[in-house]
């Protein structure tokens, strides 16, 4: 609500938010390829998968425009009219869809490295889990979002308890599982590798 005033237009909170998902399945989706895909078809499956979001994105932006209503009603299961349904669906389809492709890929990574890596397979597992949580997130919030223009709204707990759950869990899993592979990882900056080379060749000196 205070994103919205400041703006000066409903919903852009919501809106900002609904992009920001979007790009973060991108990343992961173009964190998989970079990982399995031969290097010649790399930058084509990458630029296809960005050509797909920008268009979901232009026309999710698009819906919102044909939308007057606070952040929190966007953001909620019982949409208000059609076009605020319209725009729901959008979203919570394409995040179903997209989470659903990449839990599939990255349980797969995980299998593939748990005989090398384990960590870095923990890591790809729990990533998984996370999309999986972001698959039913989304397909709970469009079941009820549907049930409500059906006139069957859905009982008040998924509202206040199932649907926020499942989008933390989300959160909370994907962001341990991109952790943990770098558990026991040193990153040495280019100045400590100098310093610690001149200070071998100072030790090596009689």
């Given at each position: 609500m205070t994103v919205d005033a400041f703006v000066g237009r409903n919903g852009i909170a919501t809106l900002g938010g609904n992009l920001s998902a979007i790009l973060a399945t991108l990343?992961?989706?173009?964190v998989s390829?970079?990982?399995?895909?031969p290097t010649t078809r790399i930058r084509r499956a990458v630029a296809g998968r960005i050509l797909v979001v920008?268009?979901?994105?232009?026309?999710?932006?698009?819906?919102?425009?044909l939308t007057n209503v606070t952040s929190a009603e966007l953001a909620s299961m019982s949409p208000s009219s059609g076009k605020v349904a319209g725009y729901m669906l959008t979203h919570l389809c394409y995040i179903a869809a997209a989470a659903t492709a990449i839990t599939v890929r990255y349980a797969s990574l995980a299998r593939a490295a748990w005989a090398r890596r384990r960590v870095a397979a923990a890591g790809l597992a729990?990533?998984?889990v996370g999309t999986l949580s972001g698959v039913a997130y989304a397909v709970s919030r469009a079941g009820a979002a549907v049930a409500h223009l059906n006139g069957r709204d859905w009982p008040p707990l998924?509202?206040?308890?199932?649907?926020?759950?499942a989008g933390a869990l989300a959160t909370l899993f994907i962001t341990v599982g991109l952790s943990l592979p770098?558990?026991?990882?040193?990153?040495i900056l280019p100045l400590h590798r100098w310093v610690t080379a001149w200070r071998a060749k100072q030790t090596a000196r009689p």
């Open positions: 990343s992961l989706a173009i390829v970079n990982w399995t895909h920008g268009c979901v994105m232009a026309t999710l932006t698009w819906e919102f425009h729990v990533t998984a998924m509202e206040m308890y199932v649907v926020p759950a770098m558990i026991g990882q040193r990153v």
